[in-house]
């Protein structure tokens, strides 16, 4: 079973930064996406970063030059460094893991990100 266990949410103030961190156990399958989605009361989840085990990223327009992902693929651990945080910024952030030898995605239980402005 897989299991997605995040970390590093809470409060700051407008320009501050933070980092989550989200550890994958279980069987999980080299090959792999893992990152962040947000969702901020009342709207849709979406795309915060993604990283393949390749170490190809995504982000949105909305986040790009400010918040930054890595990882560890020997430890199944992916960061997301956040910096220069908006009062928009403020959502519930959940960890993302896809594996082509899934038969589904799996989420963590998600962490609050809030930003003061």
């Known amino acids: 079973q897989v299991q997605l266990v995040e970390s590093g949410g809470g409060l700051v103030q407008a320009g501050g930064s933070l980092r989550l961190s989200c550890a994958a156990s279980?069987?999980?399958?080299?090959?792999?996406?893992m990152g962040w989605y947000r969702q901020a009361p009342g709207k849709q989840r979406e795309l915060v970063a993604t990283?393949?085990?390749?170490?190809?990223?995504n982000y949105p327009d909305s986040v790009k030059g400010r918040f930054t992902i890595s990882r560890d693929n020997a430890k199944n651990t992916v960061y997301l460094q956040m910096s220069s945080l908006k009062p928009e910024d403020t959502a519930v952030y959940y960890c993302?893991?896809?594996?082509?030898?899934?038969?589904?995605?799996?989420w963590g239980q998600g962490t609050q990100v809030t930003v003061s402005s």
């Open positions: 993302y893991l896809k594996m082509s030898t899934a038969a589904r995605n799996y």
């Open positions: 990283m393949t085990s390749g170490g190809n990223t």
């Open positions: 279980g069987s999980i399958f080299s090959i792999n996406t």
